[in-house]
């Protein structure tokens, strides 16, 4: 279950350990994670639908064409930037916790597969 926090555009994501999302906030935040195809999860995601899809493809992309975990975060920052011109950053590995202030509509927590992607824009 999700609950309010008073700060709207804070966002936590982590292990997964009892089946439930960890994001906490109010907005568009999914209060289950959504099954997509191909194996992907969206855990809580606080951006535009086509935004999302955007991160979801470019994450795949990345996973593919790169080998280590922070390689792959360095190519989907380096593409969400291009794209949307402020500052991003991006965490991706297999057991990682995060707690972020982000900006209004920008942030996204997901898994590709057994990989986590968690995603967001600062000023």
């Known amino acids: 279950s999700l609950t309010q926090n ?13 089946g439930r999302p960890s ?3 109010g907005g568009r935040a999914r209060g289950s994670a959504t099954m997509a195809p191909r194996g992907i999860v969206v855990k809580a995601s606080r951006m535009e639908q086509e935004m ?3 991160a979801v493809q470019i994450a795949q992309d990345a996973i593919r064409e790169h080998m280590t975990e922070q390689e792959i975060a360095s ?3 380096q593409q ?5 011109h402020t500052t991003w950053h ?5 057991n990682f916790g995060c707690y972020v202030t982000h900006q209004e509509n ?8 057994q990989l986590g992607i968690c995603l967001f824009a600062t000023v």
Do not use: L, T
């Open 6 to 18: 008073p700060n709207p555009n804070r966002s936590r994501s982590g292990s997964q350990r009892e």
């Open 106 to 113: 920008a942030f996204v927590y997901f898994y590709i597969g």
């Open 52 to 54: 999302q899809d955007a």
């Open 23 to 25: 994001h906490r906030g």
């Open 90 to 94: 991006c965490f991706v590995g297999r």
């Open 80 to 84: 969400f930037e291009s794209i949307y």
């Open 75 to 77: 190519a989907i920052k």
